[in-house]
């Protein structure tokens, strides 16, 4: 009777562990396909960033957690943008005059993107800022972060290298 409990017992664990497995690491579903022009009037697509890890930033630049956000994120561009990451962020109703002046001031190299009509930050959900959403190079959304600490910075760093280790 031992043995067959072990036996059963044995499939049952490794069975249990495959599905925590696929609960702490969700499906990726392609993120939503956008295309924005930013304050020079380039448009970026998001199609056209297929093999690069894209971080699609939506805030403001006059709220606090998005400037922290926005600094750290000018970091990290700095750091990875020759390993293939891509930051864009998206001007949710501020002056295109006044986030000119704060990227100047911070030497913010990436673009700010905008969202007239705020079409693509309710394609994304966005209820609250700063929201980060990362996608991998194959075009999927690999995670969010929603609000912005010393937590989430660890978090976001750690992600974003794990999304540029994978091929």
Do not use: W
């Amino acid at each position: 009777m031992r043995k067959v409990l072990v036996l059963l017992t044995v499939p049952l664990v490794a069975l249990a562990a495959a599905f925590a497995a696929m609960a702490a690491a969700p499906e990726r579903k392609v993120a939503p396909e956008f295309a924005l022009r930013d304050q020079t009037g380039k448009l970026h697509e998001l199609k056209k960033l297929r093999g690069k890890v894209v971080v699609l930033d939506f805030g403001r630049v006059i709220c606090l957690g998005c400037q922290q956000a926005l600094a750290d994120l000018g970091q990290l561009d700095r750091e990875f943008r020759d390993k293939g990451l891509v930051v864009l962020s998206v001007n949710l109703g501020v002056p295109a005059d006044v986030v000119k002046r704060f990227a100047a001031e911070k030497k913010l190299e990436f673009p700010f993107l905008e969202d007239p009509g705020y079409e693509v930050t309710r394609l994304y959900g966005v209820r609250s800022i700063p929201h980060i959403v990362l996608i991998d190079r194959k075009g999927r959304a690999a995670r969010a972060f929603t609000g912005y600490d010393a937590e989430t910075k660890q978090a976001l760093a750690a992600e974003i290298r794990k999304l540029l280790a994978e091929k």
